[in-house]
């Protein structure tokens, strides 16, 4: 049985015909990261699941939202699928059986197909009456706009009198201002020259102060110098003095050592005298005049 290659809704499928074979296909599409994940995500669908890749299997496992890099993929890998199947129903020696399953196997993958595009094409078809709907919008507010703009074109020609009175008082406000500007020019010259006074009182003042802080300053280091050297001299005599007063009290001390000595002696002296006095008197005869008078009694 021979087999043709028909394109029906972006999708390949075959149909068997008479003893002829006749395929359409299309040019590869460039090829994207996406595009090669979502080609090598339906070999692992259809191997894993044993049915033909959706858009939305696609989507979920390789974790990207880009319908149409998907659908080129699919079409594109089921393109490779069905020459792969056609080479091998294409040789004699390939079973009746096995052609119809492959057959059937078609059938299947073409009705699961259509279904998917058909829910994607639903979902195309809202989008476009969306934008339809937006581009109804976008026509009224195009009308509306046009209407607006011939009432501001109307409001811009009632203006064009108004802008020649406005400029006619512009030009009185021109020739205001032109006098102002002279009457600002003498005012700015007076205050120019004020200041340029003013700058030069300042600076005499300020020299005049500098000369007065000099003075001063000078006149505060003499009366302290004056002060240090009067407090000096202060210093040096009442050194002087504590030198005189010790030197007295180192005499004065020497003195008192010598009269607490005297009144100790004098003491002691007073006590022997004390002593004495309260004694008998005893005569205590001359040794020599007693021997005397014993020789002239003896002779």
Known sequence: MNYISVKLKGLF??????????????????????????YDCCDAVFTELGRFPTIDLIRERIGVNSPVTIKKAMNEWTRHFAEQHFDKLNRPDVPVALAQAMEQAWKLAVVEAEKAYLQKERGYQQTVADQQAAMDALAQDKAGLAQTLAAVEARLAESEGQVVALRGELEAQAETVRLLSGQRDATEQQLTQQLALAVEQDLRWRQQQEQDQAWFARR?????QFAEDKLKDKLERQ???????????????????????????????????????????????????????GQGQGG
């Open 13 to 38: 499928i075959i149909k068997p015909i008479r003893h002829s074979f006749r395929t359409y296909t299309i040019d590869m599409p460039k090829l994207t990261d996406t595009y090669a994940r979502a």
């Open 239 to 293: 050194a002087l003095q504590v030198a005189v007063l010790r030197e007295s009290e180192a005499a004065l001390q020497n003195t008192g050592i010598g009269l607490r000595r005297e009144l100790r002696r004098l003491e002691v002296a007073l006590a022997e005298s004390q002593q004495n006095i309260k004694q008998p008197f005893k005569f205590k005869p001359n040794s020599k005049t007693h021997k005397k008078a």
């Open 220 to 224: 505060i280091l003499e009366e302290r």
